[in-house]
């Protein structure tokens, strides 16, 4: 074990609050304070932090390939890199080009006719835009060790249904907004003022439609609802809105023979609507999200439009991003993998992997000891819970074999727009191939460089790239308390998605399963009702309150991840569990890293945004709340009834 002895942050604290009516604010206050929010964010967080230094050093990466000899090799994996980076840059090429580069999709809607209406849909939906639907292959939820051919929803310019369908002044405000950008962004491509006023109408007419049959994101929630698979003939005869079988021959994908339509819904009412719509209205309803979908690889003006829509009135940023890191967000994602070798290489040490994997067995043996000890799950339902979490694939750092790029070409005769759009073809076809191959469960779903960790339910593993495993999360010189408050939260949090409202659903195998008994499938949809209803009383600004049901999830992992993540370390803690370090015990260390991890400022703006549309709590309500039912964190700080912090025990919900 670890034996250096780091402490916690003391300038990370606010000793001027109360720590038991404000434990958030006691724990990151200090850190808060000393990291205002920079003008080209809307929130500002511990994981802002470390990206921020980890997106500098990708910059030194990519930056560096350039000055190497095989960036003036044509089709050298450095070539590719440090031209599609160098396009990104190129703001005089880019402004000079203007809207040209999409004209030529822009044509093929202009020339859409009933006639060819299916062809040209299907030639969009090679990169340009697939507004009425989505098709893709992915995993079959009831049999993971296959691809299947999935159908999704349509497209809306603002995101979330509640943008068009919810009445209130930040809504209207950002309907105003968008009005403003549909009608800027149509003027830039070359229509106008009397195309694009025409344009807007058509688009919030329609997108506004489409918001009423959208699945509702609580629904969502629950996979049952996503798997709906059909045949061939049944989705023809279902949803006729197109020849199925020729849309799906044109992609390539000549074998398929069944569907999963991932919201029934939804696609029964475009089946309905498309053939009431003029061909002219739709013509305006593709032509606009044919220039949206390409704003970010064209002209300073078009960047100018989105930044005020998406970011300064929807999320309240005050200055645009620097161009290097819009420059460099596209090779990054684009070479993923190929950009996160030169990461580890440089960045991550292998003794981080090595101790990493032994802190998550000792998670795993934790949250075994939880569900043995579970007093409303009975015997049954606990050996197929001890099956999954023996089963639980682990996957740390970055991946044993790494993505070829082979096939993607950066031409720099092209526009960077063309670039990116038949790279992005490519990423469809080999996307498409994956219905002839066997599931690959090696592939990595998230980038090594990336800070951010993940569970997947159809796969059953947890994954936690090299970015993420560095301080404040892990750091060799800090005492055990600090790591498992920290990144032993996070790896509990990943293992506990497997057995929240969602990811409970999937077997050992990450097939859709009902593995429950059920009696105690009742017992912990009582539980969960429970915690909704916690987080469903906290108002998160004046008048918007938390959707607990949305977030429940994550609020589950989030007070798993953190009780299984104590066990672990009550278990394997080093010497220092013993010791106080800086008048803290090891108890008060641990809850105190927890919270630290969560700093953050956000704007108001974004306040409601990440409401509407993210599954996560709010970071001080992923404290404050959570912790408001752990009776060892009221123990650790002396919390009373008549406290802040305190909740009477008859009310706490322990779940994992």
């Known amino acids: 074990m670890n034996t250096l002895k780091k402490g916690i942050d003391l300038e990370n604290l606010d000793t001027a609050v109360n720590p038991r009516n404000d434990f958030y604010q006691y724990a990151a206050g200090g850190w808060r304070k000393a990291h205002p929010i920079p003008p080209e964010f809307p929130a500002f967080s511990v994981f802002t932090d470390i990206r921020e230094k980890v997106r500098v050093q990708v910059r030194e990466l990519i930056e560096g390939l350039g000055a190497t000899p095989e960036a003036k090799e044509y089709d050298t994996l450095a070539q590719k890199i440090s031209d599609l980076y160098g396009m990104g840059l190129d703001m005089e090429t880019r402004n000079r080009l203007g809207a040209s580069p999409i004209l030529p999709g822009l044509k093929k809607i202009a020339d859409i006719t009933p006639e060819n209406l299916q062809d040209t849909l299907q030639e969009l939906a090679f990169g340009i835009t697939s507004p009425l639907f989505s098709t893709g292959a992915s995993t079959d939820f009831a049999d993971t060790d296959r691809y299947v051919m999935h159908i999704g929803e349509g497209a809306l310019g603002l995101g979330d249904y509640e943008y068009y369908l919810v009445k209130n002044d930040t809504n209207s405000r950002i309907l105003e907004a968008y009005e403003k950008y ?35 994101k609580e629904e969502s929630r629950n996979p049952l609802n996503l798997h709906n698979m059909v045949s061939m003939e049944e989705l023809q005869r279902k949803y006729p809105v197109v020849d199925w079988r020729k849309w799906f021959d044109s992609m390539g994908a000549t074998e398929v023979q069944e569907v999963n339509v991932l919201s029934p819904g939804f696609l029964n009412f475009i089946t309905r609507w498309l053939p009431t719509i003029s061909i002219a209205d739709l013509k305006d309803f593709l032509a606009f999200h044919a220039v949206t979908n390409a704003t970010g690889v064209l002209s300073d003006e078009f960047y100018d439009a989105d930044f005020e829509l998406y970011e300064r009135t929807m999320s309240g940023t005050e200055d645009k991003k620097p161009l290097w890191k819009r420059a460099m967000a596209i090779p990054e994602s684009m070479f993923g993998e190929a950009v996160g070798q030169l990461y580890v290489d440089k960045y991550f040490p292998e003794a981080n992997k090595e101790y990493m994997k032994g802190m998550v067995e000792n998670l795993r043996k934790a949250l075994a000891k939880h569900i043995t000890a579970l007093h409303w799950m009975g015997e049954k339902t606990k050996e197929k819970a001890f099956e999954k979490l023996e089963k639980l694939t682990i996957k740390i750092g970055y991946p044993d074999k790494w993505e070829s790029y082979e096939e993607i070409h950066i031409d720099p ?122 987080f469903e009383e906290v108002e998160a600004a004046p008048g918007v309150h938390c959707n607990g049901r949305f977030t429940l999830g994550e609020n589950i992992a989030d007070q798993g991840g953190l009780r299984v993540a104590l066990t672990a370390y009550l278990d394997n803690c ?60 009221f123990e650790a700080f002396g919390i009373k009834e008549g406290d802040a912090m305190f909740r009477p025990e008859e009310q706490r919900i322990i779940i994992w």
């Not at 918001?211 to 509702?216: I, L, S």
């Not at 727009?417 to 002839?436: C, P, Q, S, T, Y």
């Not at 008048?583 to 700093?599: E, I, K």
């Open 413 to 534: 005769s092209k526009s960077y727009h063309d670039n990116v759009l038949e790279a992005g073809r490519w990423f469809i076809r080999r996307n498409i191939k994956r219905l002839k191959e066997p599931v690959d469960k090696t592939r990595w779903l998230m980038m090594p460089q990336t800070v951010n960790a993940y569970y997947s339910p159809s796969r059953n593993e947890i994954c936690f790239p090299a970015g993420i495993l560095q301080p404040p999360y892990f750091n060799f010189e800090a005492d055990d308390a600090l790591n498992y408050g920290s990144i032993g939260a996070v790896i509990g949090h990943e293992m506990t998605h497997g057995f929240d409202d969602s990811g409970r659903r999937f077997n050992a195998s990450g097939n859709l399963e009902n593995w429950w008994e059920k009696e105690d499938e009742a017992r912990f949809e009582e539980l969960t009702e429970g915690l909704v209803k916690q």
């Open 574 to 633: 080093d010497d220092s569990a013993s010791k106080d370090i800086d008048g803290f015990t090891p108890l008060q260390r641990f809850y105190l890293s927890y919270a630290q991890a969560w700093g953050t400022n956000i704007r108001p703006e974004e306040i409601e945004e990440r409401v509407k549309n993210d599954p996560h709590s709010l970071p001080e309500h992923r404290v404050n709340v959570t912790l408001r039912n752990i009776a060892p964190f």
């Open 182 to 216: 549909v009608k800027r962004v149509m003027r830039l491509a070359g229509y106008s003022e009397d195309e694009a006023e025409r344009i807007w109408k058509n688009v919030i007419r329609i997108e506004t439609e489409f918001a009423r049959h959208t699945m509702r």
